[in-house]
């Protein structure tokens, strides 16, 4: 059970290119998040899903897009990389959309360089 | 809407010195609340949580929680801090899932803890 992981861990982008972030969860989480991380910001949430085919919009979605075509992935996109996306992404997955209690497991983080 | 806020960007602490991490909130209704820590380089792990009962919550790592509805706050504290507690922490509040919230967390700002030998 290898729990939340994140692919890649580190990437070096130009101004304007693309990449995807991969998210694989193996617990069977129904919710899955993706948040950025920026210093003295704490946390911001991307997208987030609710379930597979199923996708919205959190605090700060401009400039990204997202996929889940299958319950233990969650894909986060940039069409267009820009300085300003410069950051440090997580992803988490939650179990249960019923049980309020439920618990945000979280990924080891993918950090992100647009030159 | 929800928010956190902590108010310590930077906190520093002798090992072995007792430690108290300030977060206050503001949500509309029962808040579920959270304390997360993450190591340099490393994912959030969770230290605790709030969601009912008892206002004082038992984490990991010996740390506790305590919920003060009045005042809004959610600090987390520790008797006795060890080196290996040098980190930045994390307060959020959680939204109740279902209608549009869908179980969504709000993050504070962190605070970084530095331990002096």
């Known amino acids: 059970n290898a729990g939340v992981t994140q692919t890649p861990k580190f990437r070096v982008l130009k101004t304007g290119q693309s990449m995807t972030l991969l998210c694989a969860q193996d617990?069977?989480?129904?919710?899955m998040y993706w948040y950025r991380q920026d210093p003295g910001m704490g946390l911001r949430l991307i997208h987030y899903?609710?379930?597979?085919?199923?996708?919205a919009k959190g605090e700060v979605p401009d400039g990204y897009n997202v996929s889940r075509l299958k319950k233990q992935n969650f894909l986060l996109g940039l069409e267009s990389a820009a300085p300003s996306q410069t950051s440090v992404y997580f992803c988490a997955s939650r179990k249960s959309p019923g049980l309020t209690q439920e618990t945000q497991y979280f990924g080891p983080g993918t950090r992100l360089l647009v030159l | 809407a929800q928010s956190v806020t902590q108010p310590d960007i930077h906190i520093t602490v002798s090992e072995g010195a007792s430690l108290e991490l300030r977060c206050n909130y503001s949500?509309?209704?029962?808040?579920?609340l959270f304390w997360y820590v993450q190591s340099p380089g490393q994912g959030l792990q969770l230290l605790l949580k709030?969601?009912?009962?008892?206002?004082l919550v038992q984490g990991i790592k010996g740390f506790e929680a305590e919920f003060k509805r009045s005042q809004s706050s959610f600090n987390l504290r520790k008797p006795s801090v060890h080196w290996s507690d040098a980190a930045e922490y994390f307060c959020a509040v959680g939204a109740r899932a279902g209608g549009t919230s869908y179980g969504k967390l709000t993050f504070g700002q962190g605070t970084i803890l530095t331990v002096h030998p």
């Open positions: 617990m069977n989480h129904e919710y």
């Open positions: 949500y509309g209704a029962t808040p579920y």
């Open positions: 899903s609710v379930g597979e085919g199923t996708t």
């Open positions: 709030y969601f009912s009962g008892d206002t």
